[in-house]
């Protein structure tokens, strides 16, 4: 069981980027999913999660309005595309999973977001 992130990269202020989460091994509705980031110096913060249906999504106040989180279940994969990127959004950006059901959770090894000009 493990979750794959990629997309990540080095990208100019206000350009943008989709990262994508594969979650290999597991049953993808029974989990939420989240992306959280860390960057350096920095703790690791959640950046938006969306609900193992898919009906509840949240976003912290520093991304809403320029990050949108969604997924396919028929890819057990979960997206972040990440427009109008600021070079504070520099990060290792993780996926997040967590079964409400049994309470497991799973990390993936993450990937890291440079926004430079």
């Known amino acids: 069981v493990q979750l794959v992130e990629a997309g990540g990269g080095l990208v100019q202020p206000g350009g943008s980027l989709r990262l994508s989460c594969v979650a290999a091994?597991?049953?993808?509705?029974?989990?939420?999913m989240s992306w959280y980031r860390q960057a350096p110096g920095k703790e690791r913060e959640s950046v938006a999660t969306i609900s193992n249906a898919g009906d509840s999504i949240n976003y912290s106040d520093s991304v809403k309005g320029r990050f949108t989180i969604s997924r396919d279940i028929t890819k057990s994969t979960v997206y972040l595309q990440m427009d109008s990127l600021k070079p504070d959004d520099t990060a290792v950006y993780y996926c997040h999973a967590r079964s409400p059901y049994s309470g497991m959770t799973l990390w993936g090894k993450g990937t890291l977001v440079t926004v430079s000009s």
């Open positions: 091994a597991l049953i993808f509705s029974d989990f939420h």
